[in-house]
């Protein structure tokens, strides 16, 4: 009985990220509203500040980051198998939905009305994506340092067109350093 409600439970979490992967288009920022949805108000499977380290995560490292973050709640919540089943429930959308796209583009991509609605999507992407970074901005952003870190982030990979895999790999060093200096300073005062 018990691996049938653990097949249960790996199935259900394959369907939760097929629907995320399914309807959801933009990459890894844009499903960050139906992931806080479907993760953490439907199905309680992680926090918000999980989503957060985890996107965190996911940008830092190879891949895709829905995918990414896809494992880590997977792996979170059935291990191994979890994170498997969670990754193919991500994945499996876009592989079917690329698939008839490539045997059709060539035949629908000059027809005005795609053409249009491929700009419509575009600009709910954008808004989607803007939904984000303000609510990340709300929950990440708790100082005047940290503001001061986000505002230099953006003027260097917008104007300068500095490679984020630069950016994120400076804070990361910033944020040991800072770390380091902190517990010095704690120690020191015991």
Same mark, same amino acid.
């Given at each position: ?49 999980? !989503?957060?380290?985890?996107?965190? @995560?996911?940008? &830092? ?5 829905? =995918?990414?973050? /896809?494992? %880590? ?54 808004? !989607?994506?803007?939904?984000?970074? @303000?609510?990340? &901005? ?5 100082? =005047?340092?940290? /503001?001061? %870190? ?41």
């Amino acid at each position: 009985m018990k691996t049938k409600s653990k097949f249960l439970q790996l199935m259900d979490m394959y369907l939760a990220f097929a629907k995320i992967g399914s309807f959801t288009i933009g990459g890894g920022l844009a499903m960050m509203p139906m992931m806080q949805r479907e993760l953490i108000q439907k199905k309680n499977w992680i926090t918000e500040e999980d !989503l957060i380290d985890y996107y965190a @995560v996911g940008q &830092s490292t190879p891949g895709i980051v829905a =995918v990414n973050v /896809a494992t %880590f709640v997977g792996y979170k919540q059935c291990g191994i198998l979890g994170g498997i089943f969670a990754t193919l429930g991500m994945i499996t959308p876009s592989l079917v939905i690329i698939m008839i796209l490539a045997s059709l583009i060539n035949s629908i991509d000059q027809f005005p009305y795609v053409q249009k609605a491929l700009r419509g999507i575009n600009v709910a992407v954008a808004a !989607l994506l803007t939904s984000v970074i @303000v609510n990340f &901005s709300k929950k990440t952003v708790k100082t =005047v340092i940290n /503001a001061v %870190f986000m505002i230099i982030s953006f003027i260097l990979v917008f104007f300068f067109k500095i490679p984020s895999f630069y950016i994120i790999l400076s804070a990361i060093a910033i944020g040991i350093v800072i770390s380091i200096i902190s517990l010095k300073r704690a120690g020191g005062k015991e």
